[in-house]
């Protein structure tokens, strides 16, 4: 089992910045693929940003593309989620999760190839 716990989430304004965090536990050798997800209001999950476990390329959603970075730390089992230049369009909750599965090499890994979930953050970003 993997557990996962995100930090960070809060409220901002429109053009500001939050930085969020998922601390991982657990038998974390076994996920090859960890990324970020978020979920508005009657909106499905959708994928934001991934990175490979034991590095490599990260990938992400045209919609955060160029405003968004995910990093990870693996010596203290973290992953980060750098939000800049925050949307209203921005808010959701947002879920850390991991995959055993192997990150696309083009493309987010749907939520059905997840394995474990955090138990979400909420970001929400006024106008």
């Known amino acids: 089992q993997v557990q996962l716990v995100e930090s960070g989430g809060g409220s901002v304004q429109a053009g500001g910045s939050l930085r969020l965090s998922c601390a991982a536990s657990?038998?974390?050798?076994?996920?090859?693929?960890m990324g970020w997800f978020r979920q508005a209001p009657g909106e499905e999950r959708e994928g934001v940003a991934q990175?490979?476990?034991?590095?490599?390329?990260?990938y992400y959603a045209d919609s955060v593309k160029g405003r968004f970075t995910i990093s990870q730390d693996n010596a203290k089992n973290t992953m980060y989620l750098q939000m800049n230049s925050l949307k209203p369009e921005d808010t959701a909750m947002y879920y850390c999760?991991?995959?055993?599965?192997?990150?696309?090499?083009?493309?987010?890994?749907?939520?059905?190839?997840?394995?474990?979930w955090g138990q979400g953050t909420q970001v929400t970003v006024s106008s």
């Open positions: 657990g038998y974390t050798y076994s996920t090859n693929c």
């Open positions: 999760a991991a995959s055993r599965v192997i990150c696309p090499r083009t493309g987010l890994l749907p939520a059905g190839f997840i394995g474990y």
């Open positions: 990175i490979p476990t034991n590095g490599g390329s990260t």
